[in-house]
């Protein structure tokens, strides 16, 4: 069965599959969708917990071991399959029609793909894996379709946006939807709730100078780690709110996995790079570098740190600084590699 992210919560709610693919290049829907499936397994005992990330030559027969080994302190378990390239290879093919074909008892598993083409999609393993269990499409949103996602949001947080608030937030995060998150997560930090204007909205987008949150984004991308650790410092002695600038950094890691993802998939890299529009286009050529330069773990490690600073900035984590662990993942990222791959 296929459903789109938004119907995810709807399913969750009539009972628990006992498999979940969740597969997209939309980080934000990609998360959530994962989360939510998450958060039900604990709350239907899925207690025990492990996770498999498939890269290079991978020993596929680890993942059959941890459905054979039942614990003793856990009735229920949730397992975890990532694989990064969405090309699990010879092995893992037949591996994965093998599992979805005698899926573990008491464990509910949930495998995370890019997005995929529509011949992988055609696979015998994915075919299998969609037979079996809950395929969960994680997609982007058109730029026509932008405006009603952020409304609904904004009203998630007791915020009613005008037309031309929604379509000014809309134009501002250029389809990058944990981006546009962000900025409706600092509309509802700096406004009561009601009615939004678009001064009310063009007031907040620009409380942070635009010259910085630019050069944070710069920053990242050049790997210029002593220059992003002093803008951070700068807004954080400055009084800004994280919510405020988080945006702005999360916008600058999504396309970089967005795009790191298309080339592990076979795109090639100028293809690619010909989806980049607005702002990000005329910062083509340090994109391009910083694409080389990082390999994915490390980006996909930073979006995990993203999420984190946004729990720890809405005190739902109580450890931790969200400023010192933005300045920890900037600073992880400025770090050189000797392989982009």
């Known amino acids: 069965m296929n459903i789109s992210a938004d119907r995810l919560p709807d399913q969750l709610s009539r009972g628990l599959a006992a498999l979940y693919v969740v597969v997209g290049d939309e980080p934000l829907a990609a998360q959530e969708a994962a989360d939510a499936i998450r958060a039900a397994a604990r709350a239907a005992g899925h207690s025990e917990r492990t996770?498999?990330?498939?890269?290079?030559?991978?020993?596929?027969?680890?993942?059959?071991?941890?459905?054979d080994n039942f614990s003793l302190f856990a009735e229920r378990r949730l397992t975890e399959i990532r694989i990064p390239s969405g090309k699990p290879g010879v092995d893992g093919a037949k591996a994965l029609e093998t599992y979805a074909s005698r899926l573990p008892e008491d464990t509910l598993t949930l495998i995370s793909l890019p997005g995929l083409e529509w011949k992988t999609q055609q696979s015998r393993w994915f075919a299998a894996l969609a037979k079996s269990g809950v395929v969960v499409e994680a997609k982007p949103i058109d730029r026509a379709a932008l405006p009603g996602w952020i409304e609904r949001r904004l009203a998630r947080q007791g915020l009613r946006a005008d037309r031309a608030a929604l379509e000014?937030?809309?134009?501002?995060v250029e389809g990058n939807l944990l981006a546009a998150q962000q900025e409706i997560d600092k509309l509802a930090l700096l406004l009561p709730p009601g009615t939004v204007t678009l001064a009310d909205v063009e007031h907040a987008v620009v409380d942070v100078s635009r010259l910085e949150a630019d050069a944070l984004q710069d920053a990242l991308y050049a790997g210029d780690g002593v220059r992003f650790a002093h803008i951070v410092t700068d807004?954080?002695?400055?009084?800004?709110?994280?919510?405020?600038?988080?945006?702005?950094?999360?916008?600058?890691?999504?396309?970089?996995?967005?795009?790191?993802?298309?080339?592990?998939?076979g795109e090639s890299l100028p293809a690619a790079m010909r989806t980049l529009w607005g702002r990000d286009k005329q910062r083509a050529l340090q994109i391009e570098r910083a694409l080389k330069r990082l390999p994915l773990e490390k980006i996909e490690c930073a979006l995990a740190d993203l999420a984190l600073i946004d729990r720890q900035a809405k005190g739902l984590e109580r450890m931790g600084d969200p400023w010192d662990t933005l300045l920890r993942m900037g600073m992880t990222l400025a770090q050189p590699a000797t392989n982009g791959k």
């Open 51 to 67: 996770v498999h990330t498939v890269q290079g030559r991978y020993n596929w027969q680890g993942i059959f071991a941890s459905g």
């Open 235 to 265: 807004l954080r002695d400055a009084g800004e709110a994280v919510p405020a600038i988080l945006w702005q950094v999360s916008s600058a890691v999504g396309l970089l996995l967005r795009l790191k993802l298309a080339v592990a998939q």
């Open 168 to 172: 000014f937030l809309a134009d501002q």
